[in-house]
């Protein structure tokens, strides 16, 4: 590692010469207060510079109770990048004056708490990934400028972030608290038979940018009956109502928060930041929502849960470039209890969930619907939580609860019937990606985040609508991860195996020295991953046993 002495003389030794002089400091150099690593030097003026800055943490400060789990690691990490990314947008948001360059980037994060790459902690340094645009006049390296990026726009962006001195403590272990507490609850809520838990006092509703919670929301209430109680590590006991687990059915009037419950418990699989007002809306890491997707594609998926078998109608491996609006939901919930998830969401706004059986097949007893298999579909370990109007789901539902006003209280349904008393798990899928375009341009391999849900693989972009990502980063690591499984998609693995690989393969990559794509990344859940993969319609899938 050189040092800063060699930095500046580096610099000075280019000035005024070709943008192309600036790769003299693609290297290392210890600084006074932090390392910084220029891991790969932009080609011209268009460009970014890929750079970490390193901080000792005997320098940096941060105490070992801030860091002692790993829930209060990845909150560590997800507030300095929410700092750091205060910070640069502070310092250097635009060129340097007369200049082109000087600005620093770090992705934006969002309302949730992430394991995102772009900050990393050990025992022994703090590091954080971004990008540096480096100034030139001309075309030409000004020493001058790029000196005032390093020593004074980065310097400062480090010393405002990455220093234990520049939080507030009480901000700071707020943020660690809020996310181990949240951690905490969702750990045990199988053990206390809930499937989800909204916390008294929760504001759900949201600004229409995402980014906070609506002004003068109406907070979320239950009825004293509902109320349950957690011990958490930090403060006082949390109190609220702890959704049970099987099949729940939210009815009551339009515009009384039944719609804005289920998109909270959604979003419930992550933590949320201080004052989001969900920070205590939890559910378990696996629910998934699922709304009608008219012309998604199908390959391979059992449907034998809900249907039976048909003239032409493989149910228990159905494939289609374009499935029908009520099957495309029984093809979601499938899939996502095939990767394993515990909990399905689903709101009559969005979805077909008691269609009539006239209006989707002739034949009388054929399928079941959701709200039918709904009971044993809670007794074979996945919970459903129905926001509906209809009487006969109400009827067939474990638990009935109504919402007016944002208040919760429960409902004895009269004359309740039995759905269909078996449930049977869906058989497991391989996929493999022979005849998936990877190609785009002159690149064999190309994905990329086109937009917050759709993921563009070659040439073909993916939507996954309805997938727990909140935040580009999160679009952005699955894109990555499915180029990097590509190859071993071969049918060897199923599903929820080659998802997990996935991950697990991009956090590899992410943790090697000089990544250059870490900083880009939040890790998602491999049932996010396949939600993309099971949407491509040129993914095929080997039905296993």
């Not at 030794?13 to 030097?41: C, M, R």
């Not at 660690?176 to 750990?187: K, P, Y």
């Not at 149910?315 to 515990?342: D, K, L, W």
């Not at 180029?483 to 199923?494: H, I």
Request: with cysteine.
């Amino acid at each position: 590692m050189a040092s800063e002495e060699v930095l500046r003389k580096t610099l000075k030794n280019a000035d005024g010469k070709p943008f192309a002089k600036y790769k003299g400091i693609q290297n290392s150099f210890t600084l006074e207060d932090f390392e910084i690593f220029f891991d790969s030097v932009q080609n011209d003026r268009a460009g970014h510079t890929s750079v970490r800055v390193r901080v000792p943490m005997a320098k940096a400060g941060f105490p070992e109770d801030t860091r002692s789990t790993d829930s209060r690691r990845m909150a560590l990490r997800d507030l300095i990048a929410r700092r750091f990314w205060e910070s640069a947008r502070t310092h250097a948001r635009s060129p340097i004056p007369k200049m082109d360059g000087g600005e620093m980037f770090m992705p934006r994060p969002g309302q949730e708490i992430l394991d995102r790459g772009s900050v990393a902690i050990t025992e022994h340094y703090v590091e954080a990934r971004f990008t540096a645009d480096l100034p030139c006049s001309g075309g030409k390296v000004n020493a001058t400028a790029a000196e005032l990026l390093i020593f004074g726009r980065i310097a400062t962006v480090v010393s405002e972030s990455m220093l234990f001195s520049a939080y507030k403590k009480p901000k700071l272990y707020g943020h660690l608290f809020t996310s181990e507490n949240a951690d905490h609850i969702r750990a045990g809520l199988r053990e206390r038979g809930f499937c989800a838990f909204v916390a008294e006092g929760s504001v759900l509703p949201r600004r229409d940018d995402e980014l906070a919670p609506m002004i003068d929301a109406v907070e979320f209430t239950c009825d004293p009956a509902l109320i349950t109680e957690f011990d958490v590590p930090n403060g006082a006991p949390i109190k609220g109502w702890g959704i049970p687990i099987g099949f729940n059915a939210i009815v009551g009037p339009s515009r009384n928060g039944k719609s804005v419950l289920a998109d909270a418990v959604f979003a419930g699989v992550y933590n949320h930041i201080p004052g989001d007002g969900r920070e205590y809306v939890i559910s378990v890491p696996d629910a998934v929502y699922v709304a009608a997707e008219t012309g998604r594609p199908a390959d391979g998926v059992d449907l034998f849960m809900f249907m039976r078998p048909s003239e032409g109608l493989d149910t228990a491996s159905v494939t289609s470039r374009s499935v029908p609006s009520p099957m495309s939901e029984f093809v979601s919930i499938s899939e996502a209890v095939e990767m394993g998830s515990e909990l399905v969401i689903m709101d009559e706004e969005y979805s077909n969930p008691c269609v009539v059986r006239k209006g989707f097949m002739d034949d009388e007893g054929s399928y079941s619907s959701v709200s039918e298999a709904g009971s044993a579909m809670g007794r074979a370990g996945i919970s459903v939580l129905m926001v509906t109007g209809d009487e006969s789901a109400a009827k067939m539902a474990d638990h009935v609860f109504a919402m007016k006003g944002f208040r919760i209280h429960y409902v004895d349904v009269e004359g309740r019937r039995e759905g269909d008393p078996s449930f049977q798990l869906p058989g497991t899928r391989c996929p493999v990606s022979k005849n998936m375009g990877f190609e785009k341009g002159r690149k064999e391999v190309s994905t990329a985040a086109a937009a917050i849900r759709t993921v563009e693989i070659g040439e073909y972009k993916v939507s996954a609508p309805m997938a727990a990502l909140f935040d580009l980063s999160q679009t952005r690591a699955i894109a990555d991860a499915i180029a990097l499984c590509k190859d071993f998609l071969d049918g060897s693995r199923t599903m929820k195996e080659a998802c997990e690989e996935a991950v697990e393969s991009l956090r590899a990559s992410d943790s090697a020295e000089g990544s250059l794509t870490a900083m880009y990344h939040a890790y998602p859940r491999p049932i996010d991953v396949a939600a993309v993969l099971n949407r491509h319609p040129d993914m095929l899938a080997i039905r296993k046993g």
